[in-house]
């Protein structure tokens, strides 16, 4: 499929517009071990491994790709295992859309330092984007 670069820009500003929703804190994004699960709501089989907070203005539009303001790392990850998948949480904590991870230079919307996770082993973002329609 093939859509206009207008229209990938509209439907990228309604998704940023799902993400930075809300006003109890900061969108965060959450690394899971295993697989991602096939729709939004669905259980999550993998165990959360890492988790960022996330600005509130959460990153730009630009031709139809959000790309992701600067992440802080995770100093200090929840447990030990080989990321599988991001999930996404508006500022409330309700699910948004799931990502994949890749390690830098993979290709992975989200592209982190290492896929592999353990307790006191910082782990970075190296960018983020995400891509509507595309």
């Known amino acids: ?3 206009r670069t207008s229209l990938r820009t509209a439907i990228a500003n309604e998704m940023l517009a799902a993400i930075t ?3 109890l804190g900061s ?3 959450e690394i899971y071990s295993g697989s991602m699960p096939a729709a939004i709501g ?21 031709d139809g790709v959000i790309t992701l303001d ?16 991001g999930r996404l ?8 859309l799931y990502m994949t991870v890749s390690v830098v230079g993979s290709g ?5 330092s290492s896929l592999d996770i353990a307790p006191g ?12 329609g595309a």
């Open 1 to 3: 499929m093939k859509i």
């Open 21 to 23: 929703t809300g006003t």
């Open 27 to 29: 969108p965060k994004l």
């Open 42 to 62: 669905d259980a999550i089989s993998g165990t959360l491994l890492a988790e960022f907070t996330l600005t509130n203005t959460f990153g730009t539009v630009s």
């Open 70 to 85: 600067p992440i802080d790392p995770d100093t200090d990850p929840a447990a030990t295992g080989t990321a599988g998948f």
């Open 89 to 96: 949480l508006d500022r409330d904590g309700n699910e948004v």
């Open 108 to 112: 992975g919307e989200i592209q982190l």
């Open 121 to 132: 082993e910082p782990v970075s973002i190296s960018s983020g984007v995400i891509r509507a």
